[in-house]
């Protein structure tokens, strides 16, 4: 009831109406923004506030027997921008002249950087892998610059360099290719690193871990206000590899100062077939592939040797394969071991006339052994035949891989009538007596030869050579058997023909060409060996196992080195460094610290 | 008549107690929400400290806007004028230069901000006016005429300022009270008519501007051209007047006897809002462009202009129903939500006290709606039905214009949203403005 009445009374009520429409309207839109779209929003709010930092998680070590990393992880530091499209011209451009250095960029360069990432509002990786020292000087601006944040990551380390480089491999960025095809249950993020070779990449799942992240509370500036969750890294599963490490070790080191320094070593424990060392030269040190940011490296540094002489080098065996013919002899040639054959320096066989590496004289088996003689396995290949030496080859597996679990593995070559027979050419005496001292179409890799010492010196067991033991998880430590023996085949020979080859090689160290293969206290069997090379200097073979004195040997060895003339004089101190390592005898090899960084 | 009652006569007199609880409310929960929002500014003390001043104060004001009779704003409303014009001319000499306007008074103990008394004292002279025009004369456009006379001091010197604000506030209330008076719709429909003219082309230029391909087109050019170049507005002027001639001699055709005034007046306004389009096109500082190109494109730049209403959204939306609670809203504790204490105080809400919050704020303002409109509707003359009109305008204003901004309907105007928004003078003045409400209530018929 009002005083006035008007034709205008009920304008108010109107628009009291209109008030309530409004209101229905707002309250419809606020359930849309806050209840329909509310997922949405908390997604946005969280990603307004929280930055994420990756934490490259360590990769799994790699341990040798007994118990040296040889591939560990460094502390690295990465740097941080976190950008924000608030910051002010004159901070940016005084914080880009100040870490410029740190970045080896120009201050205009990291200035752009610096507003780039600020139009993002992302948290932007300035510069990663800094050293310790670079990083602690980095600390203190960073309190001066609240926007930029330093985070410690792991950073694979190599610390004895190229050691058992072609084993290890090494690790590098991913290719497109390699990105394409990632396991996307790793986890692997775009800068990520992968292993490229050898076993950083035959373990690769294993090895990797799982990154942590740092989740950060920052404010609208972009200002680090808290830490809300630092989700910790679970490092790579940790390798344990067969290898000795001294050994290997000895290896390296005297492959490097033999004559040519290029070669192979591959030592193998006759018992199991395990690698206790591979050492191909030169070698290379992955470190060149994970270096600081502040090291400078040359650009040929990358250009690395990724050729495996141990197992992808293929060369005649040379004198080292007199043993099989002489195998062969005892077996099916029934000869008399102490004959004594008249060695004058060559051997007339007809056609052609071959030529002895020296005069002899009247030398018995266990002479023509030891000396190498030539003229003595030609007169007993005549007499014998070149098929059982082909018998013989079959049995110790010449001519195929040895199986260890490397990409790239050689297989080699037979030699003998049957393989020619199927090459439909004709075999004569000639090459017979070629055969007998291991040259002609022969050829083998100095893991086969290593492969076929273990077998003599197991009595017969040619085993798959095998390098890693087991893994073991750093998260659930979940030992996991990798290598197994395998014994690929037996070659069963009489066990007279073992014991007169074991004097016969005995011999060879005691009082022949492997002299230098004595050591007091063991029982060393040798073979050397000089491969004739028709293109440059001869290449040294020596091959050897060997235990203490009245037991089983426990080591067997060959070694290569390429151009090296002789056998016995190039390959020879490696194999007896190789010896005195295992058996720590005289110089008892400590492992060399590791390389430090500046 | 007695101007001067007793607080415990108009005690007896029945005030209206749910506009009452409404208003203890909404002050009750502004204060939680300023206290929650400056938490993590370092200055936060300092604030809650001057809230915590003003809200006594306000309060006072309640009590004096209550104890008067209102009517003694319509016998002295030529004081109430005088003293307006002296507020803002007092504020033109004296008034401290802050953040590009001169519209604060600076005293040793607290400012203040004479616009925000001089809002409601318009609305209140503005009655009085109403009042005395009459209701026969009330259809007549020289009402119109003189209203705009009486006010035009005001608004001049509220623009040397300049505060766009209270204009932004004033002229809708203004409005809404001359529709509720009862004036000649066809007029206020012109008036609209020029809203829309100056509207139009001023969006229009500035979506030139965003999109400076556009001008290439012929049509683009023409619109950009008449901006700026005289000839094109002369040929637009022509152009309107002749189509103002042709509907005048059309509807002569039809027999259709309608005053050749509307026409004429018709063209003018039509053409008034072109040049009040090209004055404010002229003259529109930088930051208030930016506010019109964000209402039109409020994501093409999410870290530009369109920013703040972003975050404000995104502070609502990650409320949900039920809030983060008090004090653990992260859009505004660590600043994405800008102007969080003041303009953008509702998004803390939103995001604080979630959904519920927001509807409770929002039911709270169209409860006072409601209850103003219940007491004009009982008032005991005309004067204290158009002050509640008035009244109920502004709270409108600042209720469409708060809300519509954080939703994105209407464009960003920097308004505070009354009771809830940081501000003393703001919270002083709204609580005087329902005080004298309740002084039309306590006056009502058959008290």
């Not at chain 1, 077939?273 to 050492?279: D, K, P």
């Not at chain 1, 050829?443 to 290593?450: D, Q």
């Not at chain 2, 319509?74 to 002296?86: C, D, T």
């Not at chain 2, 683009?220 to 189509?243: C, I, T």
Request: hydrophobic share 45%.
């Amino acid at each position: 009831m009002t005083v006035f009445k008007a034709h205008f009374d009920g304008r108010l009520k109107t628009l009291l109406t209109v008030a309530l429409v409004a209101g229905g309207v707002i309250a419809l839109r606020l359930l849309d923004i806050q209840v329909l779209r509310h997922d949405n929003y908390v997604q946005l709010a969280e990603r307004n506030r929280t930055q994420i930092l990756y934490q490259t998680a360590p990769r799994g070590r790699v341990f040798t027997t007994d118990g040296i990393a040889i591939a560990t992880n460094a502390p690295s530091f990465s740097l941080y921008y976190l950008g924000t499209a608030h910051a002010d011209k004159i901070y940016l451009q005084q914080l880009a002249k100040d870490i410029a250095p740190y970045l080896h960029r120009t201050t205009q360069q990291v200035l752009s950087k610096l507003e780039e990432s600020g139009k993002t509002g992302k948290a932007t990786l300035l510069v990663d892998g800094l050293s310790t020292q670079r990083a602690v000087s980095l600390q203190e601006l960073q309190q001066y610059y609240p926007g930029i944040y330093l985070l410690e990551e792991s950073k694979r380390d190599y610390p004895y360099g190229s050691m058992a480089s072609h084993l290890l491999g090494y690790i590098s960025s991913m290719t497109d290719a390699q990105w394409r095809k990632r396991d996307p249950k790793l986890g692997y993020r775009l800068n990520a690193k992968i292993g490229k070779n050898g076993i950083e990449h035959k373990f690769e799942p294993q090895l990797k871990g799982k990154d942590g992240g740092v989740y950060l509370e920052v404010d609208y500036r972009g200002r680090v206000k808290r830490i809300i969750q630092d989700k910790k890294w679970v490092p790579g599963s940790d390798v344990y590899l067969t290898l000795n490490f001294a050994v290997q070790q000895a290896a390296e080191e005297a492959l490097k100062n033999s004559k040519t320094g290029r070669g192979a070593a591959v030592a193998l424990d006759p018992r199991t077939g395990a690698v206790l060392a591979l050492a191909s030269a030169p070698a290379y040190d992955p470190n060149v592939f994970v270096p600081y940011s502040d090291q400078e490296l040359p650009a040929s540094s990358k250009r690395i040797n990724e050729y495996n002489l141990a197992i992808q080098g293929i060369y005649p065996p040379a004198s080292t394969f007199k043993i099989i013919t002489g195998a062969a002899a005892l077996e099916e040639g029934n000869i008399d071991v102490t004959r004594k054959i008249n060695c004058t320096g060559k051997y007339d066989s007809g056609p052609r006339v071959f030529k002895c590496w020296g005069t002899h004289g009247p030398v018995d088996f266990f002479d023509g052994m030891s000396n190498s003689c030539d003229v003595y396995f030609y007169a007993v290949a005549a007499a014998m035949g070149p098929a059982p030496i082909e018998r013989m080859e079959r049995k110790f597996m010449i001519g195929r891989p040895t199986g260890i679990d490397l990409p790239g593995e050689k297989a080699g070559n037979l030699y003998g009538p049957t393989r020619r027979a199927r090459n439909k050419t004709y075999w004569f005496v000639g090459d017979t007596l070629n055969l007998s001292i291991g040259q002609g179409e022969l050829l083998v890799t100095p893991i086969k030869l290593a492969q076929f010492a273990a077998a003599l010196a197991s009595r017969g067991n040619v085993y798959r050579p095998y390098y890693v033991d087991k893994i073991v998880s750093n998260q659930t430590g979940k030992v996991q058997s990798v290598g197994q023996p395998e014994i690929l085949q037996r070659a069963d020979l009489q066990p007279q023909t073992y014991d007169t080859l074991y004097k016969a090689l005995k011999h060879t160290v005691d009082d022949g060409t492997a002299r230098r293969a004595k050591i007091k206290g063991l029982d060393v069997y040798a073979k050397t060996g000089t491969a004739q090379n028709p293109h440059g200097p001869d290449h040294g073979w020596f091959m050897a196992f060997a235990g203490r004195q009245g037991e089983e040997p426990s080591i067997a060895l060959a070694v290569f080195v390429e151009f090296g003339e002789g056998g016995s004089s190039a390959a020879g101190p490696v194999a007896r460094a190789m010896l005195e390592a295992y058996f720590n005898i005289n110089a008892p090899t400590e492992p060399v610290a590791p390389h430090t960084e500046e | 008549m007695a101007v001067f009652k007793t607080m415990r006569e108009n005690a007896r007199r029945k005030m209206d107690m749910p506009l009452f609880y409404a208003m203890l409310g909404l002050v009750l929960l502004g204060a939680l929400c300023i206290m929650s929002a400056v938490n993590s500014l370092s200055w936060s003390n300092a604030i809650v400290r001057t809230h915590l001043v003003a809200l006594p104060l306000g309060l006072g004001a309640f009590a004096v806007g209550l104890s008067f009779n209102y009517q003694i704003y319509n016998e002295q409303w030529k004081w109430v004028y005088g003293f307006i014009l002296a507020l803002l001319v007092g504020v033109l000499l004296f008034g401290s230069y802050q953040r590009g306007s001169r519209s604060w008074f600076v005293l040793p103990f607290f400012s203040m901000q004479p616009s925000e008394i001089c809002r409601i004292c318009t609305l209140l002279v503005v009655a009085a006016f109403l009042d005395r025009r009459g209701q026969q004369r009330m259809y007549d456009v020289s009402t119109l005429v003189w209203l705009g006379l009486l006010l035009s001091p005001i608004f001049g010197l509220i623009m040397m300022q300049p505060d766009f604000s209270s204009v932004v506030v004033t002229l809708p209330a203004i409005v809404v009270l001359l529709y509720c008076a009862g004036a000649n719709l066809f007029y206020l429909g012109l008036g609209a008519l020029f809203a829309c003219v100056a509207g139009f082309f001023t969006l229009s230029w500035t979506y030139l501007y965003l999109h400076p391909e556009l001008a290439e087109t012929w049509l683009g050019n023409v619109f950009y051209q008449l901006a700026h170049n005289g000839w094109y507005m002369a040929g637009f002027s022509l152009l309107v007047a002749g189509l103002g001639w042709l509907a005048w001699w059309f509807f002569k055709q039809l027999r259709l006897v309608l005053p050749t005034l509307y026409f004429v007046l018709a063209t003018l306004v039509v053409l008034a809002g072109l040049f009040g389009g090209i004055l404010l096109e002229n003259h529109m500082k930088p930051h208030q462009r930016k506010r019109v190109e964000t209402f039109l494109a409020p994501e093409a730049d999410p870290q530009g202009a369109g920013y703040n209403v972003l975050q404000a959204q995104i502070a609502m939306g990650s409320g949900g129903v039920l809030g983060k609670g008090l004090f653990s809203g992260t859009q505004s504790r660590l600043g994405f939500v800008p102007e969080k204490h003041t303009d953008f105080i509702l998004a803390v809400a939103g995001e604080e006290l979630g959904l519920w919050g927001m509807l409770l704020m929002l039911g709270l303002y169209i409860a006072i709606l409601w209850r103003i409109v219940v007491i004009a509707y009982e008032s005991s003359d005309r004067y204290g039905y158009f002050v509640c009109a008035g009244i109920f305008g502004m709270f409108f204003t600042y209720m469409l214009v708060n809300f519509g901004m954080l939703l994105g309907i209407v464009p960003v105007a920097g308004i505070p949203l009354p009771f809830i928004s940081y501000g003393g003078s703001n919270l002083v003045a709204s609580l005087w403005a329902l005080g004298v409400v309740q002084s039309v209530c306590s006056h009502r018929i058959g008290v």
